[in-house]
């Protein structure tokens, strides 16, 4: 595995106790020799998915909006995609499959920025009801994606995969563009994945894994448990995992490796101070 890092408890109401979190940091870097060490230190720290919950909600309220941190994220994984395959981007057929958290939200913003691209066939497959996106910034990329012309919108819901529903003509053709894709961006669940996965991302992830695309995983494969590294009954096998802001304690469990592929570590613009008295 490899870690690359590129450069592209929540805060009180009132003031936070400034003290109190240099206190913790002397502790924390008393027995470091160098500031190299003490660099080394704090870069390396990694974090559960609720402190990544409390350094968002921190810096919203410094006023760096939860919106700015999904442009971000979306454009570094675009960027990433550009970088990695260069021009052999040319007439690929990218799939981005989305959920309809914030995990989806930052593929949406991906796929925006890749439709500048001229050649590209993009795809966005919207695994869950759209009608039930989870947070306004999320909600924004949806209401902009769909007026946009240089790409198919699908759509997977509850009643997808279901031998008795009305959609087998719909769910055929799902499979086929997932079966015949060249990248697979995973968006399906982030760092807010909590219970068992249920159909139809169960039988999406499955297609996934047969698929013989190059695959890239937003934030955490989906499946993947991002505080513990637990596996869920199924999970996406990706090549390479995109993490935001600081990579995340399940990413680097034994077990839950070989699902990650290459780790790489993107840097979204959320101010340092945000993440006093909850790392450190």
Known sequence: MCLITKNTNRLSKGKPNIKKTTEKKDKVFAQADSK?????????????SAQMYQIEDNGSRM?????????????????????????????????????????????????RHLSCNYGLNLFIIIVGNSNKIKTEEAKMNWILIQKLKKLTILYCDGDSFNPKSSHIENDEFIKKIIS????????????????????????????????????????????????????????????????????????????????????????????CEAEEEVIL
């Open 36 to 48: 190299k060490k003490i660099l080394e230190i704090y870069n390396n720290i990694t974090i559960t």
């Open 63 to 111: 006023g760096f909006h939860k919106s700015y941190m999904m442009e971000n994220a979306g454009h570094a994984l675009a960027d990433f995609i550009i970088s990695k395959f260069g021009e052999d981007l040319f007439d690929k057929k990218i799939v981005f499959i989305c959920g309809t958290g914030n995990n989806g939200g930052d593929a949406m913003v991906a796929t």
């Open 180 to 271: 015949d894709s060249d990248i697979i961006i995973d968006g399906i669940f982030g760092t807010g994945i909590k219970d068992e996965v249920k159909e139809p991302q169960k039988t999406i992830i499955g297609l996934i894994n047969k698929s013989k695309a190059y695959v890239i995983s937003v934030d955490v494969p989906s499946g993947i448990d991002p505080t513990t590294g637990t596996k869920k009954s199924v999970c996406v096998k990706a090549d390479s995992t995109i993490t935001f802001h600081r990579i995340k304690n399940g990413l680097l469990q034994s077990n839950t490796r070989k699902y990650c592929g290459e780790i790489y570590l993107e840097k979204i613009g959320i101010p």
